[in-house]
């Protein structure tokens, strides 16, 4: 980055966007605006600032501009990204290309249909699933969990739903009807979490044609994942606990027990007691 | 034509990447180009497989046929392909065998905390393709001795 940036001037930049409405247009266009970039603008910031001075008919999604809703996936300079989480000057102090992301159908210029994506989320059951359902509607205590069995499926369970991870994946880019990345992720988030008795119920959508079995390991869903999911390993530890449990050298876990009062919990030393309730 | 339009806006409406998905990694890791690899070599492998079937089975239109079909695969060209199928052959078996491996949840460490900057499973198991290609090289390099130095 060239130092008169960090005085707060402005650098022209150049966006290239894609235009598209299939409503009316049959091929998609490029078009250019002429960007005043200062240092720290991230790419959705150059796009709201378009939007504002030059051309308000530009289309894309986005909300919290802080990387936590995951609506602002595009491709931008040929790679998945989040547009509020990369600053323009880190990525090109000429040209940004942005594109929306690929493997999905465009509903309008940046904006991805993301309905298939959100049906495959759903198909895999991304929830706890107990065996006693009136314990788990009306709780009379908490699921017990370790430190440890949390490590276990906390990193799969930071997921925004993106959907980078689709956009990158090889066997998404020929074969729409692979589960994907993602879903499969969240499977094995909910699988390996000790407080889970789902795993038989989520096996059909997992392990049928269209799931783990597609997958080979390109890597690139962990690689783009802007969240540090990592649903590759997801899905290779997926692959795993199938073939343990087909040769009986596993079982499916037992779910956490209920804790019925805080007495039943026998608190580490040194560890001060927590405060009286005050409702 | 408003079909040939309408099919037009459909495919650019998918905006699927298709094959160019594969071929184009972006800037992805190796893990990338070492999954189509596997898949073009996996495809050449079969080829091979049928024209070798179709070749042995001449055997059956008798001995005449048989020598017929050996003095057509007796070319250079045709030693060329015999020799990328075996590079195909090599590269295939010990992608395949990492493949395998990770697939059993090996040298990928385990779950962890997401800190940034993020480390993920892939880099975790990278050194292992890096051994397993220089296997697969130095199986190659010993297979090309063979085939254009002792051969015959
Ligand atoms: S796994 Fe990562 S890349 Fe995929 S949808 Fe979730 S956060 Fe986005
Ligand atoms: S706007 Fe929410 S993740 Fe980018």
Redesign the interface.
């Known amino acids: 980055m060239n130092e008169d940036n960090q005085a707060g001037k402005t650098v022209p930049v150049i966006f290239q966007v894609l235009r ?1 409405n ?1 409503e009316t ?4 266009r490029m078009q250019e605006f002429e960007v005043p970039v200062s240092k720290g603008m991230t790419v959705l910031d150059g796009l709201h600032w378009i939007k504002e001075n030059l051309d308000g008919s530009l289309s894309w999604r986005s909300s919290c501009r802080m990387g936590v809703c995951g609506s602002c996936g595009m491709f931008i300079n ?2 998945p990204r989040l547009a509020c989480s990369n600053q323009i000057l880190h990525l090109s102090e000429k040209r940004i290309v942005i594109k ?7 509903i309008r210029d940046l904006v ?1 249909d993301l309905e298939k994506f959100f049906r495959k989320h759903k198909s895999v059951k991304p929830y706890l699933i107990r065996r006693d359902i009136a314990e788990q509607n009306m709780p009379t205590g908490e699921y017990f969990q370790s430190p440890d069995e949390l ?6 369970a ?1 997921c925004i739903k993106c959907g980078l991870c689709l956009s ?1 994946c ?1 066997t ?3 074969d ?1 009807k692979f589960t994907g990345p993602q879903a499969l992720a969240q499977a094995w988030r909910y699988n ?1 979490d000790s407080r889970d008795e789902g795993c038989s119920e989520r096996q059909k959508f997992v392990y049928d044609e269209q799931g783990v079995s597609k997958c ?5 869903c ?4 802007p ?4 649903p ?2 997801a899905i ?2 997926l ?2 606990d199938i ?1 343990l449990k087909t040769m009986r050298i596993k079982k499916d876990h037992a779910g956490a027990t209920v804790l019925k009062t805080a007495r039943e919990y026998i608190p580490q030393e040194n560890i001060p007691n927590p405060p009286k309730p005050t409702v | 034509m408003p079909d040939e339009k309408k099919l037009q806006t459909v495919q650019h409406k998918k905006n699927r990447l298709g094959i160019a998905g594969w071929v184009y990694g972006g800037r992805y890791g190796a893990e990338r180009y070492a999954y189509t690899l596997h898949r073009i070599t996996g495809l050449g492998i079969l080829f091979y497989f049928i024209l070798h079937i179709f070749a042995t089975g001449s055997r059956i239109w008798g001995e005449a046929a048989w020598t017929r079909t050996m003095a057509l695969f007796d070319s250079p060209v045709f030693k060329a392909g015999e020799f990328l199928v075996f590079i195909a052959f090599a590269y295939h078996a010990l992608n395949g065998l990492r493949l395998l491996f990770t697939e059993l949840g090996c040298w990928m460490g385990k779950p962890q905390r997401p800190v940034i900057p993020y480390k993920n499973a892939v880099r975790r198991q990278r050194p292992a393709l890096v051994v397993l290609m220089i296997i697969a090289l130095v199986i190659i390099i010993l297979g090309g001795f063979d085939f254009y130095l002792l051969g015959e």
Do not use: W
């Not at chain 1, 247009?25 to 998609?28: E, N, R």
């Not at chain 1, 929306?100 to 465009?106: A, F, M, Q, S």
């Not at chain 1, 969240?227 to 990592?230: E, I, L």
């Open positions: 598209y299939p247009d049959t091929t998609p040929g790679y929306p992301l690929p493997n999905y159908e465009i991805p490590t276990r499926y906390i990193q799969f930071y990158a090889p998404m880019a020929t729409e390996s080979h390991f390109a890597g690139t962990s690689d783009v994942c969240k540090g999911v990592d590759s390993f290779q530890l692959k795993k073939f």
